[in-house]
């Protein structure tokens, strides 16, 4: 998978403007990987930020929901 490429093509050509949106709903990532994404995370949050203008603050943000979000569901299924 090209991450850049894909990246690029969410935010751009399918406006995405979330870090969620594009590892769960455009890349598929949360789905596929057994880590939920968070190993390309910090990638990710950069790639995004680089398409779309975020400064250091968004970036920090979008990273912080992603992580609280997998947390949050990892949570859930160890109570499963």
Not at 37 to 44: A, E, I, W
Request: no cysteine; proline share 1%; glycine share 8%.
């Amino acid at each position: 998978v090209d991450l850049r490429g894909e990246v690029r093509i969410a935010t751009k050509a399918e406006m995405a403007v979330r870090v969620e949106d594009v590892l769960r709903r455009r890349l598929h990532v949360a789905l596929k990987n057994p880590s939920q994404g968070v190993d390309v995370l910090s990638d990710v949050v950069g790639l995004m930020a680089e398409a779309l203008g975020w400064d250091d603050d968004r970036r920090k943000a979008e990273e912080a929901a992603y992580r609280s979000r997998v947390g949050e569901e990892r949570r859930g299924w160890e109570q499963s």
